[in-house]
């Protein structure tokens, strides 16, 4: 029995549902407790002490659902043994005789030593099922048994099929559905059930220009993930700072206990400043797409940034902190690229645009991070304008999408703006803005 | 014979239902189990749906005495386990001093005099000195406990590390008397509200039951329960105005305590039925922020209509 539970936490860790073995031994003391038996129970219960929030209990149902579908399927197999065949006399190779005697333990038993020929444990993705099923058939013996059903159809005069044949048939496509459940659970247990991981690698080192529209939903909860965890890993370090002066005036109320002996020191605790990010996103047709993610991602942060002004831009400048702040996500970054995209990039016009908007707001607390491929499309750059807004803030990053290989070519002018940013960054995929982002907050505050 | 767990777990439901709980399936089987396993309960959802309500039920049910620990920013042992009593130490070692004098009597030289002063028994750290806080008191107490250690999310890191010991062994070590065990080990819940990710420690030591805003069916049985004057034709209409307002997208979503508090307000009001007058100018019971009323004054119509269907 403990084997079925194992199986099963394998199929939630599967599921990326963090179960560990402590939680495991809880699960079996559970069912020490509960039993198989009813089913609603134990999957209540079960949830109590393997999922341990409320998305993983979400894919905590829907995997207990897929398991626990299976198995009794199995189980109800193991016991049911029919009267054998008189027929078996009558064929000749071996899976047509064990099909007739009809014995569904020895059945399953060659299932899974089939399996483990076609070696099941290699499965990975569920379009590989058919292939598994077909070469699980294959090896206990299809061919052979399908090449004496068409002999056995020849035989027949009379178009009708004999009682043999009949049995034979109904029996093949019992074991082609018994084969495809066997292959479906080994694929819970040993395939990533739902590609998630997978999935989540690949946008994570994809260019994000190339990510599909249609990810977009998922891609936004990765982002958050990718956020939570850095605003995580920064409130945690700002613990970490939290010795500051001597705190007189709780020092002697906590010592009063001490005949105000100062026994017990009480430290006012320094508070941490929290960065001050300002983000500047091109919004042009070719740096549209980036925008979207980096707005994602600085929108997600607002638990360790005391405050976050958005402005875009590609032939003017705007602020839409705003509608960022009030509206759904998606849709502000919708309404934002459609207001101010779309135009021919002017990095002059918008820098001076950004200037008379908020040169009172740029202070030492304050990050600068400019977002763009600094293509102006040959026009004047006025770095000056850019050259006021470095040394009035504490720091400017500037994060190019473009690679490397093709800043300074064309009518990209990087160089000339490079000068006045404290760092540039490459930064075309979502781990490249992760590692900026965690970058700036360790050294904004 | 004994009852096998299913008969068990419905005897929780209808005890908890005698003492006006009306809990779904799920949540009476983490008690059991909690009650079963002596395993500590993380109850996590939305504010309002009865989670602290729920230890207090169980005390209740369990004929227990309930203790409750109101966790917030900055709490330590020394308000949340235990404390010294200083002003009493300090009069002790006062009549010391002046005992001080008999017991000494005769001795010769400084080793004698504390030869002596050792043979004393020293009770200046001792059970007569330590005041229990709430999480002391669960553990020592004879008769068992139920302890609530409520909105554990608004405690600092630390303090969760020192919850870590009493879930998982139910002890306390104090350095100076060494560790206590729990005679009885106490029924603990622990509630949170998500304003901060628990840490996976605390996590996987306890079971973990997320309560959610509940079903039209169950919603109309606690209004039975708590509300038992109301009409059993706008008790209809109320829940299915409540349950519609939730799939709306608000700041705050309303939750049982919303809908119980607003069928009082209603009964107050003399009202046999949900009219739209009467649930706009209801409204601020269910909803807490002025942005979401104004987005539900507009729906209101819509929602009444949809409570008579």
């Known amino acids: 029995m403990d084997r079925v539970l194992t199986d099963f936490v394998k199929t939630l860790r599967n599921a990326n549902?963090?179960?560990?073995?402590?939680?495991?031994?809880?699960?079996?003391?559970?069912?020490?407790?509960?039993?198989?038996?009813?089913?609603?129970?134990?999957?209540?219960?079960?949830s109590f002490t393997l999922p341990k929030t409320l998305e993983e209990k979400e894919k905590f149902d829907s995997c207990f659902e897929d398991f626990f579908n299976v198995q009794p399927l199995q189980k109800k197999g193991l016991f049911q043994t029919r009267e054998p065949s008189q027929l078996s006399g009558q064929v000749n190779s071996d899976l047509a005789h064990q099909l007739l005697e009809d014995n569904q333990a020895d059945?399953?038993?060659?299932?899974?030593?089939?399996?483990?020929?076609?070696?099941?444990?290699?499965?990975?993705?569920?379009?590989?099922?058919?292939?598994?099923?077909?070469?699980?058939l294959d090896i206990m013996g299809v061919?052979?048994?399908?090449?004496?059903?068409?002999?056995l159809g020849q035989l027949n005069e009379n178009e009708l099929p004999s009682d043999l044949e009949q049995q034979l048939r109904n029996q093949l496509t019992q074991l082609r559905e018994r084969v495809s459940d066997y292959v479906q659970q080994q694929f819970l247990l040993h395939g990533d059930v739902s590609g998630e991981r997978l999935r989540e690698q690949v946008f994570k080192s994809m260019n994000m220009g190339q990510i599909d529209r249609s990810y977009l939903h998922e891609v936004h909860s990765l982002v958050r993930k990718m956020a939570k965890k850095l605003s995580n890993l920064h409130s945690r370090r700002k613990k970490n700072f939290r010795r500051g002066k001597l705190d007189i005036r709780k020092t002697i109320r906590d010592n009063w206990v001490n005949e105000s002996i100062l026994f017990n020191l009480r430290w006012s605790y320094k508070k941490i400043d929290k960065p001050k990010i300002l983000v500047i996103c091109d919004v042009s047709g070719s740096v549209g797409a980036y925008a979207r993610f980096m707005l994602m991602f600085i929108f997600s942060l607002t638990e360790v940034v005391s405050k976050i002004r958005a402005f875009v831009f590609s032939s003017y400048l705007g602020e839409v902190t705003d509608e960022f702040k009030s509206s759904q996500l998606e849709e502000a970054i919708e309404s934002a690229l459609s207001k101010y995209g779309g135009g021919s990039t002017d990095y002059a016009h918008s820098f001076s645009d950004f200037l008379s908007l908020c040169l009172d707001d740029l202070d030492k607390k304050t990050t600068v991070i400019i977002l763009g491929d600094a293509r102006n499309n040959f026009g004047p750059d006025k770095a000056f304008l850019l050259k006021s807004v470095y040394e009035r803030s504490k720091q400017v990053y500037w994060l190019n999408p473009e690679g490397k290989f093709r800043w300074n070519t064309g009518d990209s002018i990087m160089n000339t703006y490079s000068a006045y940013c404290t760092k540039v960054f490459e930064c075309g995929t979502l781990e490249q803005l992760e590692r900026v982002i965690y970058k700036l907050l360790k050294t904004a505050a | 014979m004994t009852k096998g767990p299913a008969k068990k777990i419905e005897d929780i439901t209808k005890g908890f239902a005698k003492h006006n709980y009306i809990c779904s399936e799920q949540i009476s089987s983490a008690v059991y189990l909690a009650n079963e396993l002596e395993k500590p309960i993380l109850v996590e959802g939305p504010p309002g749906v009865g989670k602290t309500e729920l230890a207090n039920t169980a005390a209740l049910y369990f004929k227990k005495d309930l203790l409750r620990l109101q966790c917030y920013e900055g709490l330590d042992e020394t308000k949340a386990l235990y404390e010294w009593r200083y002003g009493k130490q300090l009069l002790y070692t006062q009549i010391l001093k002046e005992q001080m004098q008999e017991v000494l009597k005769g001795a010769k030289g400084l080793k004698d005099s504390l030869d002596r002063l050792m043979e004393f028994e020293d009770i200046f750290f001792s059970e007569s000195f330590l005041e229990a806080r709430p999480l002391l008191k669960a553990l020592t107490s004879n008769k068992g406990s139920v302890l609530l250690i409520d909105e554990v999310d608004k405690s600092d890191e630390e303090f969760e590390a020192l919850l870590l010991e009493i879930l998982s062994e139910f002890q306390v070590s104090i350095p100076e008397l060494g560790v206590k065990k729990a005679k009885i080990k106490p029924l603990v819940f622990l509630t949170s509200n998500n304003s901060r990710e628990i840490s996976d420690a605390l996590k996987r030591r306890c079971l973990h039951l997320y309560i959610p805003f509940p079903d039209a069916k169950l919603e109309r049985k606690i209004i039975r329960a708590r509300v038992p004057e109301i009409s059993k034709n706008l008790q209809v209409q109320l829940v299915n105005f409540v349950q519609g307002l939730r799939s709306l997208d608000l700041k705050k979503l309303p939750a049982i305590s919303e809908t119980i508090d607003w069928a009082k307000t209603l009964i107050l009001l003399n009202a046999k039925e949900l009219s739209e007058d009467l649930a706009k100018e209801t409204l601020n019971v269910l909803l807490k922020h002025q942005q979401d009323i104004e987005v539900v004054q507009k729906e209101v119509p819509r929602l009444v209509m949809a409570a008579d269907g």
């Open chain 1, 17 to 46: 549902i963090q179960v560990s073995p402590a939680e495991t031994l809880d699960a079996m003391e559970v069912i020490e407790k509960i039993g198989y038996d009813n089913r609603e129970l134990l999957k209540n219960t079960l």
């Open chain 1, 107 to 136: 059945i399953q038993l060659s299932i899974s030593k089939a399996a483990e020929k076609a070696e099941i444990r290699e499965i990975k993705y569920f379009t590989q099922r058919a292939v598994f099923s077909r070469r699980i």
């Open chain 1, 143 to 151: 061919g052979s048994l399908e090449e004496e059903l068409s002999h």
